[in-house]
């Protein structure tokens, strides 16, 4: 029995470590790859690299920077998409004004962190507001995401802040999405809000909303069981 191919797309400075738990424990019903997108500094170009590799037919799970790609994918390429899974993410663009000036002072004050003490200082500092409250004890888990974190470097951090920072607003796009869509959040994600998943949800025609309970931003790590669970239940529906 064929298998549909699903490409995980990871978020801001990840890598296949964020996907390790559903990557292992959803390969007896699909043919997964990771997507890398390297030192590419525009979301329009990491959708081009994915295009360029992926196979004629496929489903999309991006995880926060990583489901504004999924995003581009579509608008991309529609009739290729089999399934979408929209995790921690959001579709606005950067807020104009005072919100959006701030929003790049902080990360450019992160950057020149990276680039001055290492880019696991600047984790170190960046992590908190990603997790949930209860984990940030967690030492396995705080370790593991700052060895991701290190395994990057300041300049592949500074072109996936530019991506970030001049991401497109993709709101009308919503609509047009007719594929088995999951729209997943973390309860306590105070970074993409649930009230956000929850607006994407309901202006998706074919979407399902999952809310992963006493969990942050980091989601696929923070609890992993759970969001391969509703991948596997997403994965169920799709037609290929």
């Known amino acids: 029995m064929s298998k549909p191919n699903l490409i995980l797309d990871p978020g801001l400075l990840c890598d296949d470590i964020v996907w390790e ?4 424990n959803l390969q007896d019903m699909a043919d997964i790859t990771i997507a890398d997108h390297g ?3 525009s ?7 994915i295009l360029e590799r992926a196979p004629r037919y496929f489903a999309i799970a991006g995880h926060s920077m990583g489901g504004r790609v999924a995003f581009q994918l579509f608008r991309r390429a529609p009739e290729r ?7 921690d993410t959001a579709s606005s663009a950067r ?3 005072i919100q959006g000036e701030e929003e790049s002072k902080q990360r450019q004050g992160l950057l020149k962190k990276a680039m001055k003490e290492g880019m696991r200082a600047m984790g170190a500092e960046w992590l908190p507001r990603m997790l949930h409250p209860d ?3 967690d030492a396995q888990l705080i370790n593991a995401i700052l060895d991701m974190i290190a395994r990057k470097t300041p300049e592949i951090y500074a072109a996936q802040i530019k991506a970030l920072l001049e991401r497109p607003d993709v709101t009308a796009l919503l609509p047009q999405i007719q594929c088995p869509t ?3 959040c973390g309860r306590q994600d105070g970074w993409s809000v649930l009230a956000h998943h929850e607006e994407m949800a309901s202006m998706i025609p074919n979407s399902k909303l999952a809310v992963v309970e006493n969990c942050g931003h980091m989601s696929t790590m923070e609890r992993p069981a759970e969001v391969t669970a ?3 239940d997403w994965l169920r529906n799709l037609r290929f």
């Open 182 to 184: 999951l729209v997943m």
């Open 95 to 97: 807020p104009a004004g």
């Open 135 to 137: 984990r940030l004890s």
């Open 81 to 87: 998409i089999i399934g979408m899974a929209l995790l």
């Open 21 to 24: 738990h559903q990557a292992h």
């Open 230 to 232: 509703a991948l596997r």
């Open 39 to 41: 030192s590419l500094d």
């Open 43 to 49: 979301l329009h170009a990491m959708a081009d690299s």
